[in-house]
């Protein structure tokens, strides 16, 4: 078991805003009044989005352990890379992003984000054995800096850990304040930080996550997450939908397009189409299987991500 963290580095301000969404929860079944959003996009730092909150406390470790750089390792498009950039610059701190593939002749969305805040990117080319793979890449690529006389820490994928995942243990007592009745809150989950933190503050019970296919079981995913931060959660315990992958991690499923434009032109709120459109998309499922009731209170996590959208392929076939 992990020892619990007991420092952070500021990062933004909180808590984030709670916001209805009356137009929205009409549209998908819930009373005017039974859907929130957790807007975890307005957390301000180079576009915002939930992974803040797990920096403030990675950061404020690899700082204890004096660290000048810090690698870490994602999608091309990682919402956490281009955060993981942006809080390096405003420490001072060097970052190194370990990405898949190839650079592109364009550059869009996180990539261009990434290059804007000052960070070197490593291309690993196509690696077989998906984030062990580049999780290797990384610790040979801070092995290089080593030997160049740099202090790196290795941040792991998507922030999550038994350390980042204390930032949202804290976001779920920023929701249970601001919304103390609310029966389920919604979540994508990712590297599965996002959904532990909440589970652990809030119960498994009231937390439902959305598999986005960022890794290859969700469910074990989390657990192990909990376990590390202490918790006696088991993965059976665990509301986790995985009906919204798809073809894959990075495919715009039909569901999650048709989230997006509700979303968009019910709210104004423009998610994104890998993480916070299948949540929604998830959320819609749940209702329509009768999992979540008409008469329930919902606070759906808002978590950011929007840049995402600017790089990806198929991002011009929603307005088509």
Sequence with gaps: MSTPPTDRVALASWPTPMEAAPRLAAEIGLRADGLWLKRDDLTGLAAGGNKIRKLEWTLAAALAE???????????????????????????LRAVLVFPGAPASGVQ???????LLGATIVWTGDVAGGHEALGAAAAST??????????????????????????YRLAGREIAGQRPDCAHVVCAVGSGGTMAGLV???????????????????RAQVAA??????ESTVAEDLRIREDQVGSGYEALTATAAEALRLAARTEGLVLDPTY?????????????????????????????????????????????
């Design 276 to 320: 916070t459109a299948r949540a929604l998309a998830g959320l819609v499922a749940e209702i329509e299987d009768g999992t979540i009731g008409a008469a329930d209170e919902v606070v759906f996590l808002a978590s950011g991500g929007l840049p995402g959208l600017f790089g990806h392929p198929r991002a011009a076939s929603l307005v088509e």
């Design 142 to 167: 801070a092995d290089e800096l080593r030997e160049q006389g740099r202090h790196p820490v290795i941040i792991p994928f998507g922030g999550s850990n038994a350390v980042g995942a204390q930032g």
């Design 66 to 92: 004096g660290a000048d750089t810090v690698v870490t390792t994602g999608a091309p498009q990682s919402n956490h890379a281009r955060l993981t950039a942006a809080a390096a610059a405003r420490l001072g």
């Design 225 to 230: 997450l909990l376990a590390d931060m202490g």
């Design 200 to 218: 652990a503050a809030l119960g498994a019970h009231r937390v439902l996550g959305v598999h986005t296919g960022a890794v290859p079981d969700a």
């Design 109 to 115: 969305g996180n990539l261009l984000l990434d290059g």
